[in-house]
């Protein structure tokens, strides 16, 4: 039986283009993992979209003196165009604005609400002095009071892990104008988190295999569990859906609340825009099916403590029971993925502080598959990166360059020139068939590797057998035996080999560097679509919504989502046998050599400072 795979990737806040520290945390790791999972038969869901609530978006579109809706359509068009150059390759990349989105958080605050999960407290909220506009959590920094380190959130210490309330810090100042903000009681909605510790422990006790970083971060959430404010003193967001709340502007839905509930309203978007309005069901309410969310260090506990939660207190099965809302039983994570920091210099990617390389920028210059290769070999996998012109000169020249497209080109190069088509093999000797079962076993260690998502592990491998094939070459000396005629037997015999485990290499490579591969494809004399790539189009909002929820935005509003037909795609991972007769056509350079000054001075868009 197919096996169903949900890949849930972070949503991108809708602030601005994207750097490549953000793509590195949540972008290409996920695309790799579903371009595998679809190369191995699995039936995969990717999707994401962009982040659009929240008071960070409401004091930028003062600033520039539009309106939050339009600011927010421009940066969401830009994210876009980012990720799909990057050829990330959702399946539905959306946006929260949507009338979708509004009804289905305002179904499971509801269905949370019913079970008794959602409580009425009085509690501190922060306020700007100079505008009387509510802060949001994240847009506070302090001392922790706890462990003393500064540049604590007001919602967590990423020093020490634990969950904060901005009233907790000491010497809170406000990230948007440097203020000291003031507290004020307000009235809220919390997640009642310790109703549902005893679930959530159970639940997190049993993720064995997930990375280690992530899985101590996410029990060390357990030992100050307190409940969590779920809605927020702002007039942009989602209305909350309960009688004497839902009609006050002045109060909306927490962000993150909204946020991760929006890896459900995409998948019944794809589900609605793919002509099978219950396909999302396989992926959410079936125990069999896996989920895996992709995401940067700084949103684990949201992923692995509030999400979780609020899927167990949407199907009842916290300390104060209740039945499953209209969704059902909505399955919890399979894995919180979460990568560490890629930094620049030592210090965190931020565009606020002008640390930044835009994706944009980096892809008119370098196009996508050498930002991916970096990512996925030199990433912040486990432990936080520093990203330098250098490092990046010298993987691309000497790995990417040097190794891969070098032994690509003149591998084909040989057999074009002697004899223009993928040679017939004679018989093989022990040197051939070593290199050809180095290159087969190579789908098992990096299939295992893949699926564990050790996407660092799975592409050193393949580079190692990059390597040996390209030693094998210069053990053989195609170029001596094509100068003696009694020895083309095995000269052909070399090169068939030379080419079956470079189109063995070049699978392997694929979920890393699809746009690569779909060159060597045509290359090694093959049509068609190989990798499957990404596309823009254009819909318009006009879903019918059930259960219908308050404050709905209106139907009509045209906007941009990444989609795709990936199923059209030919890579499959396994071994496809290079057929003797193949027309081959003289190649072209598979990968430029980046100048070595580069690597000393940075473009002039991103010098070396």
Known sequence: MTKSVLTAVA??????????????????????????????GADVLMISGTDEHGTPLLVQAEKEGVSVQELADRYNAQIVEDLAGLGLSYDLFTRTTTRNHYAVVQELFRGLYANGYMVKETTLGAISPSTGRTLPDRYIEGTCPICGAGGARGDQCDNCGNQLDPSDLINPVSKINGETPQFVETEHFLLDLPALAEALANWLQQREDWRPNVLKFSLNLLKDIRPRAMTRDIDWGVPIPIDGWQDNNAKKLYVWFDAVVGYLSASIEWAFRSGNPEAWRKFWCDPSADSFYFMGKDNITFHSQIWPAELLGYRGLGSRGGNPGEFGDLQLPTEVVSSEYLTMSGSKFSSSKGVVIYVKDFLREFGPDPLRYFIAVAGPENSDTDFTWEEFVRRVNNELANGWGNLVNRTVSMAFKNFGEVPQP????????????????????????????????????????????????????????????????????????????????????????PFTAQKVHETLGRAGDWSGFPEIRQVVDDMPVSPVGVGVPAEGRAYPVITGDYAQAQAIWQRIDVAPGTVLAKPKPLIAKLPSELGETGPEWAPVQ
């Open 11 to 40: 949503w991108p806040y809708a602030n601005g283009p994207r750097h490549i520290g953000h793509v590195a945390g949540f972008g290409v790791p996920s695309d790799v993992f579903s371009r595998f999972q679809r190369m191995s």
């Open 426 to 513: 004679g018989v093989f000797t022990d040197s051939d068939r070593r290199i050809l079962d180095l290159a087969e076993q190579a789908f098992g260690v990096v299939g295992e590797a893949l699926s564990h998502s050790r996407f660092k592990a799975g592409i050193s491998h393949i580079m190692h057998v990059v390597g040996e094939v390209n030693a094998y070459i210069a053990e053989q000396e195609p170029w001596k035996l094509a100068k003696d005629e009694a020895q083309r037997d095995r000269l052909a015999t070399v090169l068939w080999t030379a080419l079956q485990v470079v189109s063995d290499c070049n699978t392997l490579l694929t979920p890393y560097l």
